[in-house]
């Protein structure tokens, strides 16, 4: 879906790091996304998507319904987040897949701890350390940024009690239905039954209907403050 949307825009696309899971499918995919308005776009996925599927192996055909979490963060520069060596611990070790078995015998992959804040980064997508270690920093970087402005968001709601657009997760945003061929985003009550269209990458109705709704609210927010 995202892969068909970004081809849309003409957006490149990097995979960062890659985690599958013994079952299929995937644990945890990183990627980062260039260009022209990226970010304005693709914040609004960041949050809990709630999908309701028969699998093929239900034999009774039962709704079973699973969650998949989505962060878009903006790719912090380095003069946005200092990062000191000291405060880094980088470890390496082999390369693994499905199962833990170990792909190659090169101590490629890079772990990479803050130890400041015990955030973690792993990346393995390459073969050549050095450059597993360009990308694991980048993810750091953008993981620090992201918990600066979490922290700069938490203080901002003790002041009022409503914030807009901050991009929460803790909450679930929108529910794909599968065998309704229905998509509902709950944070403004939109409910398409044009799921499969979804799915080929056609979410700009989706992005431009939160757009508007989310420019109201912060209009409305302006006009009350203003008033007070």
Known sequence: MYQRFAEQHRWKIELLSLSESGVGGYKEVIAIIEGERVYSQMKWESGVHRVQRVPATETQGRVHTSAVTVAVLPEAEEVDVKIEAKDIRIDTFCSSGPGGQSVNTTYS????????????????????????REKGMRVLRSRLYEMEMDRQNAELAKERKSQVG???????????????????????????????????????????????????????????????
């Open 109 to 132: 992959a890079v772990r990479i701890t803050h130890l400041p804040t015990n955030t973690v980064v792993s990346c393995q997508d390459e073969k050549s350390q050095i450059k597993n």
């Open 166 to 228: 901050t991009g929460d997760r803790s909450e679930k945003i929108r529910t794909y239905n599968f065998p309704q061929n229905r998509l509902t985003d709950h944070r403004i009550g939109l409910t398409l039954h044009q799921l499969d269209l979804v799915m080929e990458g056609r979410l700009q109705p989706i992005v431009d209907a939160l757009i508007t709704h989310y420019q109201a609210e912060r209009l409305k927010a302006d006009g009350d403050k203003a008033a007070r």
